[in-house]
């Protein structure tokens, strides 16, 4: 643990991770929540693509550089992801960085009791699909067998918890999710694991999101304020950060602009600016 204080695993971020000694501590469970079109997602695209191109670099001292790096998805289609993320960037095609991208699409345990239509959903003939249920029963039983075959150093994403807590009006759903995210928070300290959870703001009561902020290591809130000219901005927060927010709050580095470019991908300005 003491080893891991003075380690760091880079978010990808070039503007960012400077300002975190080098990036995040390896096992940060990290909240990633914000509003509709504020960052977020953009924040997990940059970091994918440029920490897919540094995993074949020689780290340096006190750096750990991701071993893999899978993408979990709920309800969103892996060719869906890919594309998006290649529309985001220019010049610099990110094809070849993504090659090494692992995705784990879980939409047909998700939609599988609901009214969508099987062929909406799955290429799985109806017989594989009742394999799958009965094999892995629900989304959480299979993401625990993710979870403990995942490689140790590894960053996960998880896309996205909102698609699993707008779902509470399923039987003990919201309390298998939240002793999930427990048991997530405490699994990621002893195999190293990075991870990210996107959570849209405003969608779920505002108490559940204060509670999933509770177990995660790291809150990072993504928004959108008012600048000069009534010009919008995004703008992005520390809301929480275990172990470094004292760094952080000593030198002001809380609050930062954000600017999303199709050269630079997710970018924060390095400006001191004080809550």
Not at 150 to 172: C, R, Y
Not at 214 to 239: C, H, K, N
Request: hydrophobic letters at 40%.
């Amino acid at each position: 643990m003491q080893e891991n204080q003075k380690t760091r695993m880079p978010t990808g971020i070039a503007s960012l991770d400077p300002i975190l000694d080098g990036g995040v501590p390896p096992g940060t469970l990290t909240l990633l929540l914000g509003e509709i079109g504020a960052g977020h997602y953009e924040f997990v695209y940059s970091s994918t693509v440029n920490s897919l191109e540094a995993m074949g670099e020689k780290s340096l001292p006190g750096i750990l550089l991701p071993k893999k790096i899978l993408y979990i998805t709920f309800t969103r289609l892996e060719d869906d992801i890919r594309n998006e993320i290649r529309k985001s960037f220019q010049g610099d095609t990110p094809d070849e960085k993504m090659g090494g991208l692992a995705f784990e699409d879980l939409s047909d345990l998700y939609f599988d009791r609901s009214i969508v239509p099987d062929s909406w959903y799955s290429r799985s003939d109806t017989l594989t699909r009742l394999q799958k249920r009965s094999e892995h029963a629900n989304i959480f039983m299979r993401l625990t067998e993710i979870f403990a075959a995942a490689e140790k150093d590894s960053v996960i994403v998880l896309d996205s918890i909102t698609d699993i807590a707008t779902q509470t009006n399923l039987p003990n759903l919201w309390a298998d999710l939240t002793g999930f995210l427990r048991g997530l928070q405490r699994l990621s300290k002893t195999k190293n694991l990075t991870i990210y959870l996107l959570l849209s703001r405003g969608i779920i009561e505002e108490a559940k999101e204060i509670e999933l902020a509770d177990i995660a290591d790291a809150v990072f809130l993504f928004r959108w304020e008012e600048s000069t000219g009534a010009r919008r901005q995004r703008v992005m927060y520390f809301e929480k950060f275990r172990g470094v927010m004292p760094h952080l709050e000593e030198q002001d580095l809380v609050k930062f602009a954000v600017r999303i470019s199709t050269t630079g991908g997710f970018e924060v300005s390095n400006i001191r600016m004080v809550i």
